[in-house]
Structure formats: structure tokens, C-alpha cells
């Protein structure tokens, strides 16, 4: 029930761009991003609902393929502050009752 | 608005003990989940509580145990330790489950020894 998260580690230069894909075997009702920077906590970023949304917060946007059960993280202009690792997260459920499940990570490495 | 508070930030346990730690959940969040990272993994979900009750369990054993008390705060506590539980222990809260993003605590590492 694990998703799957590609690639699973990427080095960037300051203002190219990335995409970070997260996959699951099972269908979705939601999908979480998170990122966490070395030793702190994960920090949520946003949460995309099945529709086939897409969101945005500042240079880093979502969309969520509800057919394909997969969502991409974009990180456009990257900056010295994206650095860090990034997790999806999954609920195939809205009933409550059913966990928010997370890949194993992305690291992104920016550098100057 | 109060974020998530876990106590103790760190904490060093021999193997057979018993651990309790504790987090506070964000104001308005009546939802908690409990999460066990190894160090360069994803957390995995241990379980989760919602208005004091037991709501969905991740494949820990039962020496794994939790509360929600009534302002939502919760316990972990985890009995006879073995060296693989070290690990930092992450508390999230929510607003009920499928309806917002979880604001996760600075987390307690547990180290067993």
C-alpha cells in the first residue's frame, strides 16, 4: 500500500526546475506533500483530493492523475530553500478510519 | 495558533524497558497519528486516535500502545524495547481525517540500548 516515489534522489542548480512523481497501486482518495529538511519535522505543503486538481504554493505546484493513481510535484525556479526531502503521502479512503501512508522520500539537493 | 508539542525531544532507554511520550495537538486538530522514521525512510504510520478512540493500526505489535485524552493530547508508550525501536517517534495532528494537511511535531529520538 506503500507509494512509490521517483526519482529518489535529484541534485539541482539554483533556477532549474524538477518534478518529483509519487504512485500508488491502489486508488486514491487523496495525496499529501510534505518536506522535511535534515532533522526537522515534515512540514506540509499541500493536499490534493481526486478531481484531477492542481495546486499551487508559491514556485511548487501539484496535480493528482486520479486514472493513473499518481501525482507529480513540481519545483519550478528552484531555490537554496527547497533543499531537503520531500514524501508523499496517501488515503485511499474518506471513511476515517483509513491511514495517510508515505513513499519513502525524495531527497533534493540545491546548490549554488 | 499552537503547533504540535512532543516531549521529550531525546531520550535513551535500555533494551526490556517501557517509554511513554507525549504530544500536545494543534489547536482545533482533533485527530492524532503516530509515526516510527528510521533514519532515511518515510515515516510508517503506528497508528491513530480520534475523539479518544483507536482509529486504524499499522503493523506494530501490541506492545505498542496509545491514548487520546479529552483536549486531544496523546501518549505513545512502548513496552519491553528492543534495539529496533530506535527510531524518531513523530506525532501529526489533523482536522478529521480527508479534510486537511497534518501538522507533524519536532518528533522524540529514541535510542535503545
Known amino acids: 500500500q506503500q507509494p512509490v516515489q521517483s526519482p529518489q534522489a535529484v541534485i539541482l542548480r539554483e533556477g532549474e526546475d524538477a518534478v518529483i512523481n509519487c504512485s500508488s497501486s491502489?486508488?486514491?482518495?487523496?495525496v499529501h506533500w510534505y518536506r522535511q529538511k535534515h532533522g526537522e519535522a515534515p512540514v506540509f505543503l499541500m493536499i490534493l483530493l481526486k478531481g484531477g486538481e492542481q495546486k499551487g504554493h508559491e514556485k511548487i505546484s501539484a496535480s493528482f492523475n486520479e486514472k493513473k493513481q499518481q501525482s507529480s510535484l513540481y519545483l519550478t525556479a528552484s531555490q537554496l530553500s527547497y533543499s531537503g526531502t520531500y514524501f508523499c503521502g496517501t488515503e485511499i479512503s474518506f471513511s476515517g478510519n483509513t491511514p495517510l501512508v508515505f513513499g519513502k522520500g525524495t531527497r533534493l539537493s540545491v546548490i549554488a | 495558533e499552537t503547533g504540535v508539542t512532543q516531549s521529550p525531544t531525546h531520550l535513551i532507554k535500555t533494551r526490556g524497558q517501557q517509554v511513554t511520550l507525549r504530544c500536545s495537538s494543534q489547536s482545533g486538530h482533533n485527530t492524532v497519528s503516530w509515526y516510527q522514521q528510521a533514519l532515511g525512510q518515510g515515516p510508517q504510520f503506528i497508528f491513530q486516535y480520534y475523539r479518544e478512540e483507536e482509529n486504524g493500526r499499522g503493523n506494530f505489535p501490541p506492545r505498542f500502545s496509545g491514548l487520546q485524552f479529552p483536549n486531544y493530547s496523546s501518549e505513545l508508550n512502548v513496552n519491553a524495547l528492543e534495539l529496533d525501536d530506535s527510531a524518531l517517534y513523530l506525532c501529526?495532528?489533523?482536522?478529521?481525517?480527508?479534510?486537511?494537511?497534518?501538522?507533524f511535531g519536532s518528533g522524540t529520538r529514541l535510542t535503545v540500548v
Open positions: 501529526a495532528s489533523s482536522p478529521r481525517q480527508g479534510r486537511g494537511g497534518y501538522t
Open positions: 491502489k486508488a486514491l482518495y487523496s
